[in-house]
């Protein structure tokens, strides 16, 4: 195995489990060419340096040709990009746009104001676990709380919620490569489905406002001005495909880690209060996202001693840039009272995790009341199976033994 081939190793299935060693001999070389032309950066102070560089481009149409796309936003040929995969100036007005319903400082209750029905709909999903003396906490657990918080986030009416869980399960079952084409097709069919789906519900909170952004990204003429119609489905197209699958695999990963470290565990449980840095610390030391993909050189970048040509593909890997030992103390060990933890979980720059602030408090809801309740988990399976998705990295399933639940 050679720096120029560890792209291939660390995006091998067989690697899923356990990249970090491959992480750690890419770290030899804090910049690396592979044998398919592109660039690897994979150390912490680099990787944030061209994370805020504007040299790098996250729009596919600035790719060279055969060079890989984003990940899920292929293919929605009727919509224009989400802001995910734009640059300024045109970045800039749409996530600008879609902060000031969301967010502070427009916004600031926003999210506050959801607590407290995340919170029953967490109660509710432990609660459906009763009876069991077995459970997989992703699809039990994991897998339907961040679909029923972005339906309250983008306001979809109650009775809608199952069909938009439908449409969320098929389109994430398009990011996984082994669904081959027949998966994709059903994303794709599913992503139409459900922009007409939105369009219909935009049309309707443009007229009669109600809960949720949908209306008020509808009708809001700010600084930036409006967003279209199509503008503003894309961006709960982006908010649901990146929100969720992240949001599933900081549940699930923080989950497996709290099992593996049954000390850590124990200290949760007589401090609910740790859930704070823990959460922290798990974006860290298991980040939902792995790598960015497909990021674009603008203009020849010098940096650590190697120039990157322009137009060639350059990889941010930060999983790797997470576990530096030149930024982070024994960065192998899971320490939830790791001091100055200025992780790359939600990444960094103009491109940081628009749904931080969500996903943040969704696990923190979730995992102080899951470990309430389940008396004495235990792992059935480690490793778990994880996901084909070598990006948004965590366990498919997570099978779980339990002695049942305490009360409510």
Not at 92 to 119: I, K, V, Y
Not at 171 to 186: T, Y
Not at 191 to 204: F, N
Not at 337 to 345: E, M, S
């Amino acid at each position: 195995m050679t720096l120029g081939t560890l792209f291939a190793q660390i995006t091998d299935y067989a690697n899923r489990a356990d990249p970090y060693p491959l992480y750690a001999a890419l770290r030899a070389s804090p910049v690396t060419r592979q044998d398919d032309g592109s660039y690897l950066v994979s150390t912490y102070y680099e990787v944030r340096s061209l994370a805020n560089d504007p040299r790098l481009s996250n729009d596919p149409r600035n790719s060279i040709p055969g060079a890989d796309g984003p990940a899920a936003s292929e293919e929605d040929t009727n919509l224009p990009p989400a802001f995910l995969f734009q640059d300024p100036p045109g970045h800039d007005r749409l996530r600008d746009a879609a902060m000031r319903p969301f967010g502070p400082p427009h916004s600031p209750r926003f999210l506050h104001d959801l607590r407290g029905e995340l919170a029953r709909v967490v109660a509710g999903l432990i609660d459906g676990l009763e009876g069991k003396d077995e459970i997989d906490v992703v699809g039990d657990f994991a897998y339907p709380l961040p679909v029923t918080a972005i339906c309250k986030v983008l306001g979809v009416p109650r009775e809608d919620e199952q069909r938009f869980h439908g449409w969320a399960d098929t389109v994430a079952s398009g990011l996984d490569p082994s669904g081959g084409p027949r998966g994709k097709e059903k994303a794709q069919q599913a992503r139409r489905e459900l922009g007409v789906y939105l369009s219909g519900l935009i049309d309707t909170k443009r007229r009669r406002n109600g809960s949720g952004i949908l209306g008020p990204l509808a009708r809001d003429t700010g600084p930036g001005g409006s967003m279209s119609t199509t503008e503003v489905v894309a961006t709960a197209v982006l908010l649901l495909i990146a929100g969720h699958e992240t949001t599933v695999n900081l549940i699930s990963n923080a989950t497996l880690t709290l099992l593996r470290h049954p000390e850590v565990l124990d200290r949760f449980r007589k401090e609910p209060e740790l859930v704070v840095p823990l959460v922290e610390e798990v974006l860290r030391y298991e980040p939902p996202v792995q790598f960015i993909p497909f990021t674009t050189a603008l203009a020849d970048i010098d940096i650590a001693g190697t120039t990157i040509p322009k137009g060639v593909t350059v990889r941010l890997m930060l999983a790797s840039a997470n576990r530096d030992p030149q930024r982070f103390d024994d960065p192998d060990r899971f320490d939830p009272d790791r001091a100055d933890n200025q992780h790359l979980g939600f990444y960094t720059g103009i491109h940081y995790c628009f749904g931080a602030p969500l996903a943040r408090m969704e696990a923190q809801l979730a995992l102080p009341e899951l470990f309430r309740r389940l008396k004495n988990p235990r792992l059935l399976t480690d490793p778990p199976p994880y996901r084909a998705n070598p990006v948004l990295r965590g366990p498919r399933h997570l099978p779980v033994a339990i002695d049942g639940l305490t009360a409510p």
